[in-house]
């Protein structure tokens, strides 16, 4: 099994900060495990804050023109290496118990008797 490990945004919320519109001051997003022998995929979601003074205006990216690496390094960089050790190891015992299921489903059938 080899597990590659990504961040799927869900939303950007913002507001107008010092006069600079749409500043993104939180994110909401999902840390998502993928095994990529079978494509079985989980996630858990993670929601992740800035803090509004420790937003650095003088290197803001306009709205419109954030991508998926910005943001997605703005996540990395607010977290501990630790802390995202420790949700892809949870990730990883998921991703393990569903690619096991999908090999091996449960089947669900009516009793016997009836």
């Known amino acids: 099994m080899t597990t ?3 961040w799927e945004v869900n939303s ?3 507001k107008t900060v ?4 749409k500043t ?3 994110i ?3 840390r998502v495990a993928t095994d990529s022998d079978s494509g079985v995929m989980v996630h858990s979601g993670e929601e992740i804050d800035f803090i509004e003074s420790e937003i650095n205006l003088s290197s803001l990216v306009p709205f419109n023109d954030l991508t998926e690496e910005t943001v997605t390094g703005w996540i990395e960089s607010s ?3 630790e802390y995202l050790s420790e949700i892809d190891s949870i990730l990883q ?3 393990t118990d569903a690619v ?3 090999a091996n489903p449960k089947l669900v059938d009516a009793p016997p008797w009836s």
């Open 79 to 81: 977290i501990s290496e």
């Open 4 to 6: 590659t490990y990504s």
């Open 24 to 26: 993104v001051v939180q």
């Open 100 to 102: 096991e299921e999908a």
């Open 18 to 21: 010092s006069g600079n519109p």
């Open 28 to 30: 909401s997003a999902f």
């Open 12 to 14: 950007l919320i913002n």
């Open 93 to 95: 015992k998921l991703l």
